[in-house]
């Protein structure tokens, strides 16, 4: 529940620094891993604003601070898992509400809406959010929230959060960005006129595949005091040691941000160029539908690639199995290369149907592009697709 002070930066300063002062007891420059449950009070009531882990930790504190700044947020809540966060924010909703969402959102997005939250009577309609004009159609009275992923999980379209913000802002509609794949170093949806943005920091901010946590980020006070209290009664909050290796994952974020979208890039390029690829999706690509609006609202592209192979699934398979730098499994975000089967994997729990006009074929695959040398890389791309 941290609320960030300000002091001005940029990104990769702020990465390193905000939300975090050498520890005063010792005078440690990392934040301390505090490992406790609870916190001895003076006398009953009066203590120094921590009582008890789940509400408050000064580890978590800084991580939520640290977060905070780079999304330019002036309030940060972390949860156990980026599904945790998604939920916090559907918990602040009531019986009867509707919510639009982005037709392509990650697979765990739609199973908790669809398969959680609907069964305590929250209507949704997922939706092409590339047509903002559809959107303002489908919107309700009872409309409260506009769900954004941009770029989406796995088709990568890219939605124009300035213009859906205006839209949202005009209903009295609250818009949500899940900024997972672009982070902010490429993207603050703050900024363009979001007012909240949802993350999986167990991705590109943490960045090194070993801890699992999401995090929401606002300027606003009144959802600030929403979230707080579902942060707090739910309790799905992330432990401290989980706190600490986000932050640390955060301390490189711009520098792996960088060589990510490098190697995506050359990555892209040499797959658009090899026979046995049928379409490549990514949005540094003139090709990309929304290339110009990626050119005009991220700071880069980002390091997911999306491409269709020219083959049945029993030959994907095979190929997906020939890789070695790029490891078969899910998730995202970390160093290392990894590469999945949306069908399959992330996007089994989407209907069939619903995958297939979304464009989630069998021969679709997703590439998480690590920071390998990335001519190592698209040697493992020519040596598997043969």
Not at 197 to 222: C, F, M, N, Q
Request: with cysteine; proline share 5%; charged share 20%.
């Amino acid at each position: 529940m941290a609320e960030y002070g300000g002091g001005g930066g940029r990104i990769g300063t702020l990465a390193i620094h905000a939300g975090q002062e050498p520890d005063p007891s010792t005078g440690a420059i990392m934040t301390p891993v505090f490992q406790t449950s609870t916190y001895v009070q003076a006398k009953p009531g009066e203590h120094r604003g921590f009582e008890y882990s789940r509400t408050r930790n000064p580890t978590r504190d800084a991580l939520e601070a640290n977060l905070a700044a780079l999304e330019g947020a002036r309030f940060g809540l972390c949860f156990g898992s980026g599904c945790a966060a998604a939920s916090a924010v559907m918990h602040c909703l009531s019986a009867g509400d509707h919510v639009l969402v982005a037709a392509d959102v990650y697979g765990g997005t739609f199973r908790v809406f669809d398969k959680v939250f609907s069964r305590g009577g929250i209507r949704f309609d997922f939706l092409d959010f590339t047509d903002p004009a559809a959107v303002e159609a489908a919107l309700r009275p009872e409309t409260k929230v506009l769900w954004l992923e941009t770029p989406s999980n796995p088709m990568l379209m890219v939605l124009d959060i300035p213009r859906l913000a205006a839209l949202g802002r005009k209903r009295g509609i609250a818009v949500v960005v899940d900024n997972t794949f672009a982070t902010p170093c490429l993207q603050r949806p703050l900024d363009l006129g979001a007012d909240l943005v949802v993350h999986s920091t167990t991705k590109y901010l943490g960045g090194h595949s070993d801890v699992v946590g999401g995090a929401i980020l606002t300027r606003d006070p009144e959802w600030h005091r929403r979230l707080a209290f579902v942060q707090n009664a739910v309790g799905a909050v992330p432990g401290p040691w989980d706190c600490f290796l986000a932050l640390r994952g955060t301390k490189t974020l711009h520098l792996r941000m960088e060589r990510h979208c490098s190697n995506a890039m050359a990555v892209a390029r040499r797959l658009e160029e090899h026979p046995r690829i049928a379409k490549v999706i990514y949005p540094g690509l003139e090709s990309h539908p929304q290339h110009a609006l990626a050119k005009a609202q991220m700071r880069g592209f980002g390091g997911m690639i999306t491409c269709v192979v020219d083959a049945p699934l029993e030959e994907v398979r095979t190929i997906l199995g020939r890789f070695r730098l790029f490891s078969l499994a899910e998730s995202l975000g970390g160093v290392e290369s990894l590469i999945e089967h949306p069908a399959i994997m992330t996007h089994a729990s989407v209907p069939r149907e619903n995958r297939e006009k979304l464009g989630i074929l069998d021969g679709l695959i997703r590439l998480s592009v690590g920071v390998e040398d990335v001519e190592d890389l698209i040697a493992d791309v020519e040596r598997a697709l043969g």
